[in-house]
């Protein structure tokens, strides 16, 4: 059977931080100005990398992580705008399915898809998605969540019970940061519930070397005019412990 090797990235380095810190007989490679942490969680290969945010630079990473060193299956981590009205800061999307808002070809291809690709939605996959949603259902339990989260934290983000929501992702080289953006969104892309600005390339790339991936995500702020929070703290307080304990939860 092939050996398991675990890719591991978010975009931001106070994402993946918490989860580099958890890595046994931790290396450094770097390639093309990333840093690449190579070790093992509970005995697992994993590769934790931040790839900095946008598109082209997920791309790149996840393609470096596949064909360099050899990754079997990816875990997306990190933080988004809702979108859908039911979301609340601090509940958690794991996307289904990707898609990329601002991809738009037409009228040589109909919008969103993906030119010669014949596809708009990539699709998540099932077994890891299953794994994700038990592991993250655990941590959002309140009782696991007090522990591990300060309560003056969880209160400073007005956190009570957060939860998770399984659906579709949008992802575009966007910051969303007003409701007109958000709107329009929603009017061409309906069933999204969250936007960032990597997920959808992360997601190509797996698709077409045929990887499994799950993209998660932790709701930062509600893609309109607050959406510029107070982001350290919150990466730092709230989203990178999230990360910790989904990853501690799925790598058992
Ligand atoms: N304010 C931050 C910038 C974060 S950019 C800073 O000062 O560094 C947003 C990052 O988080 C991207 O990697 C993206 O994937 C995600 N994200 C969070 N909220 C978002 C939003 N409203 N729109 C688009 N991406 C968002």
Same mark, same amino acid.
């Given at each position: 059977?092939?050996?398991?090797?675990?890719?591991?990235?978010?975009?931001?380095?106070?994402?993946?931080?918490?989860?580099?810190?958890?890595?046994?007989?931790?290396?450094?490679?770097?390639?093309? =100005?990333? !840093?690449?942490?190579?070790?093992? +969680?509970?005995?697992?290969?994993?590769?934790?990398?931040?790839?900095?945010? &946008?598109?082209?630079?997920?791309?790149?990473?996840?393609?470096?992580?596949?064909?360099?060193?050899?990754?079997?299956?990816?875990?997306?981590? &990190?933080?988004?705008?809702?979108?859908?009205?039911?979301?609340?800061?601090?509940?958690?999307?794991?996307?289904?399915?990707?898609?990329?808002?601002?991809?738009?070809?037409?009228?040589?291809?109909?919008?969103?898809?993906?030119?010669?690709?014949? =596809?708009?939605?990539? =699709?998540?996959? =099932?077994?890891?998605?299953?794994? &994700?949603?038990?592991? !993250?259902?655990?941590?959002?339990?309140?009782?696991?969540?007090?522990?591990?989260?300060?309560?003056?934290?969880?209160?400073?983000?007005?956190? %009570?019970?957060?939860?998770?929501?399984?659906?579709?992702?949008?992802? &575009?080289?966007?910051?969303?940061?007003?409701?007109?953006?958000?709107? $329009?969104?929603?009017?061409?892309?309906?069933?999204?519930?969250?936007?960032?600005?990597?997920?959808?390339?992360?997601?190509?790339?797996?698709?077409?070397?045929? !990887?499994?991936?799950? +993209? !998660?995500?932790?709701?930062?702020?509600?893609?309109?005019? %607050?959406?510029?929070?107070?982001?350290?703290?919150?990466?730092?307080?709230?989203?990178?412990?999230?990360?910790?304990?989904?990853? $501690?939860?799925?790598?058992?």
């Amino acid at each position: 059977m092939k050996q398991r090797i675990i890719g591991i990235m978010g975009a931001l380095p106070e994402e993946i931080n918490g989860v580099v810190n958890l890595l046994q007989n931790k290396e450094e490679h770097r390639i093309g =100005k990333r !840093i690449y942490y190579t070790g093992t +969680i509970n005995n697992q290969s994993v590769i934790v990398v931040y790839s900095r945010i &946008g598109k082209v630079a997920a791309a790149a990473t996840v393609s470096t992580l596949i064909l360099k060193f050899n990754i079997t299956e990816l875990i997306f981590t &990190g933080v988004a705008g809702g979108i859908a009205s039911d979301l609340k800061i601090g509940d958690i999307v794991l996307g289904t399915e990707l898609v990329q808002h601002d991809m738009d070809a037409s009228p040589l291809f109909p919008e969103f898809e993906i030119p010669l690709i014949g =596809k708009s939605h990539f =699709k998540s996959d =099932k077994d890891l998605l299953q794994l &994700g949603e038990n592991s !993250i259902q655990q941590i959002l339990e309140n009782s696991y969540l007090h522990q591990v989260i300060e309560e003056k934290y969880l209160d400073q983000f007005n956190i %009570h019970h957060p939860k998770l929501h399984l659906g579709l992702i949008a992802s &575009g080289d966007q910051f969303f940061k007003n409701s007109t953006q958000k709107n $329009k969104l929603l009017t061409v892309l309906p069933a999204t519930k969250c936007v960032e600005m990597e997920g959808a390339a992360v997601a190509q790339i797996c698709y077409e070397f045929d !990887i499994p991936f799950i +993209i !998660i995500r932790t709701i930062s702020d509600e893609a309109d005019q %607050h959406s510029t929070i107070d982001f350290m703290k919150f990466t730092e307080k709230i989203s990178n412990i999230y990360s910790i304990e989904i990853i $501690k939860n799925i790598i058992k």
